[in-house]
């Protein structure tokens, strides 16, 4: 399969917009990795996730398919950021203690990473990987985001986007003292903001270059009557993630 790079185009946006993940997913990894040398954050996009993991290991190696999306990444004096393939890397054998995929193992031939995973990580690292499927808010909007997500700009997503809506129980995850447990991003955001993040995603995205202009405006106009412009409002995404055991 080959590697897709579907938010190169708006990276911009994706780095703006893109939802942060609660402290305690990190706390939950970090209680199940042994060491911290050494941490691979695959498919990194803007750094979101190397940010957080910088704070405990002591170097974080992190790679991405788009150098757009690296140039817009958060700058730490611990992490080295390189272009890379998730499936092939030039790291060295047994070299980490725990690696990371933050909402994007469903972009990765799984067969092909996970052998990289095995040769990479050191016997008892941890693999960690996560995703965020559909956001709520209130009963009224979340009608109105579900119409925009299914309908408006439902054929544009990507197959692999219903990994993602099944919390990841459609792909294979080999290793051994597998975890499962569930998390909450709650996250306050104004109207534009919310625009901001739908106007990230890779359907819209194709959307725009298919129909020749933007959904999002016509949808927002929609909703003012019951998202008044200078309310802010919370908005939840259910996070799950999986952790297993490399080479152990």
């Given amino acids: 399969m080959a590697a897709k790079d579907l938010f190169s185009s708006q990276s911009k946006a994706y780095a703006a917009f893109r939802p942060t993940y609660p402290r305690e ?7 199940h990795t042994k060491k911290f040398e050494r941490a691979w954050d695959c498919a990194t996009g803007n750094g979101q ?9 002591t170097k974080v190696y992190a790679t991405d398919i788009s150098q757009q999306q690296l ?11 390189s272009i890379s393939k998730a499936e ?44 965020y ?13 579900n119409n925009f997500y299914f309908n408006i700009v439902g054929r544009y997503w990507d197959a692999a986007r219903r990994l993602v809506e099944n919390k ?20 306050e955001w104004t109207r534009e903001q919310f625009a901001g993040y739908l106007t990230s995603w890779s359907a819209t995205q194709k959307f725009i270059k298919t129909e020749g202009y933007n959904p999002v405006p016509d949808f927002i106009q929609s909703i003012e009557h019951v998202w008044k412009d200078s309310v802010s409002n919370v908005v939840r995404f259910p996070v799950f993630v999986k952790l297993g055991i490399v080479n152990s």
């Fill in 88 to 131: 092939q890397t030039s790291f060295p054998d047994k070299y980490f203690d725990l690696i990371t995929v933050g909402q994007a193992l469903h972009w990765i031939n799984t067969t092909a990473f996970y052998n990289e995973v095995n040769r990479v990580g050191r016997n008892g690292s941890t693999l960690a990987v996560w995703g």
């Fill in 168 to 187: 990841y129980s459609g792909i294979e995850f080999p290793f051994s003292d597998r975890l499962e447990k569930e998390f909450e991003i709650a996250t």
């Fill in 25 to 31: 997913l990190y706390e939950f990894i970090f209680a």
């Fill in 49 to 57: 996730v190397a940010r957080d993991l910088s704070t405990r290991v």
């Fill in 71 to 81: 140039d817009e990444a958060f700058c730490g004096p611990n992490i080295e950021y």
């Fill in 133 to 145: 499927s559909l956001l709520t808010i209130n009963e009224a909007l979340d009608e109105h985001f």
